[in-house]
């Protein structure tokens, strides 16, 4: 606040808080007016009671609120939130998850730094490295996932950052974050884990090793898909320059998606656990059925990560893709034959989606990198949702029923 004032009783001791709790409680902290919901500050500017004190706030002398580019209470009671979930240091929101990436990058990292990534990355994130950050100076290569011996033999010198998503997306593929992190340290480079698919009340990568959380908020934090929004946690250090790209460039995120995302939160285990439950269920399921060549799912005990996957996560999360008899045409006539399930790309929303990922997430991949991304022209993602599964399963069951013809 710019002005210091005692709030006493009025804000929640969250000092020994659990989890749900404090995706509830967190970050808030009441005014004079003693609102009990969360306020929402939509203002561009602060104003000063003098030019000293103007002065000094622009300085960093005096606490005060500057400008909501990189200043707004409501932005940091959602920040702060995130960083209590995550275990993190500091949390800095982001106008994207997409934006979350760049801001990490373009703050930690210079030209002629090398950068690790996981080759099974959301297309979007392929093409943020190749088609941008190369273009700056920044060295990139792709590794194997899973394969820790893979990730050292791939360090160079001058290698500063590892990438991952772990589960990736759309695979379901997973590494062992402590191992990695150990990997990272002994190179001397970060390692940042997106942790989009499964949020804090899944996977705490922090505590197992990792330095930076990366979010698209636009998914499982929101939770209804109503708004944009990324998230960078990590050590305060790491963050004060993420915070000072924020200030500079400015891909901010609004007040108003800020206030939607802690209306999020408020819901996130409760949801998680209603969307992995259905998941499951989906999952085993599909892989019962003839038409289904291959369910990609870490809950299922035929995932070859399954055990790892019991290990640092407590669910298994929403996303499973799964592999048609047939090609293109044969994914694309089962999605076009449900008419329950939307079809579209995005995924973390109350209302289960299918995409077919060749053609649209990945689509503006090469077919060599596609294939080496084990993104084939057979596969097909489904996000579930909070519909009741059976319906659900009898939507899938006309994809089925296409296929058979």
Request: net charge negative.
């Amino acid at each position: 606040m710019t002005i210091e004032w005692d709030a006493g009783r009025l804000d929640s001791d969250l000092s020994e808080a659990g989890f749900a709790t404090l995706a509830v409680r967190a970050g808030q902290r009441r005014g004079p007016e003693a609102e009990h919901g969360e306020a929402l500050f939509l203002t561009s500017s602060y104003v000063f009671r003098s030019a000293a004190d103007a002065a000094a706030c622009f300085a960093g002398e005096a606490k005060g609120n500057v400008y909501s580019r990189y200043m707004n209470p409501t932005v940091r009671t959602f920040e702060e939130r995130m960083a209590a979930l995550e275990g993190a240091e500091q949390a800095v929101a982001t106008a994207s998850g997409m934006a979350a990436i760049m801001a990490m990058v373009m703050s930690l990292c210079s030209a002629g730094d090398h950068i690790l990534v996981s080759r099974s990355v959301f297309g979007a994130t392929v093409s943020l490295f190749d088609k941008y950050f190369k273009r700056f100076g920044v060295e990139v290569d792709y590794v194997v996932l899973a394969d820790l011996d893979g990730w050292k033999s791939a360090c160079k010198p001058n290698t500063k950052l590892f990438f991952v998503e772990s589960p990736s997306n759309p695979l379901a593929e997973l590494v062992d974050i402590r191992g990695l992190a150990d990997v990272a340290h002994a190179q001397g480079a970060l390692l940042a884990v997106d942790n989009c698919f499964c949020t804090p009340a899944l996977q705490k990568p922090l505590e197992l090793g990792a330095d930076i959380i990366i979010h698209s908020a636009t998914k499982y934090i929101d939770g209804q898909g109503r708004c944009l929004g990324g998230v960078v946690a990590g050590r305060r250090e790491h963050m004060q320059e993420v915070v000072g790209f924020l200030r500079t460039a400015g891909p901010t995120l609004s007040p108003f998606n800020a206030w939607v995302f802690l209306k999020g939160l408020e819901t996130l285990r409760l949801r998680m656990q209603a969307h992995c439950a259905s998941a499951q269920i989906l999952a085993e399921w599909l892989e019962q059925q003839p038409e289904v060549e291959h369910v990609y799912y870490a809950g299922l005990p035929s995932h070859p990560q399954h055990e790892l996957a019991k290990r640092q996560q407590k669910a298994f999360g929403a996303v499973l893709s799964f592999e048609v008899a047939g090609g293109r045409e044969a994914a694309w006539r089962f999605i076009d034959a449900t008419r329950l399930l939307s079809i579209t790309a995005n995924l973390g929303d109350s209302k289960s989606t299918i995409t077919h990922p060749a053609t649209t997430t990945h689509g503006r991949l090469t077919p060599e990198t596609r294939a080496t991304a084990g993104i084939r022209d057979n596969l097909i993602r489904v996000a579930v949702g909070l519909e009741e599964v059976e319906d659900l399963q009898a939507d899938l069951q006309r994809g089925l029923a296409a296929l058979r013809g």
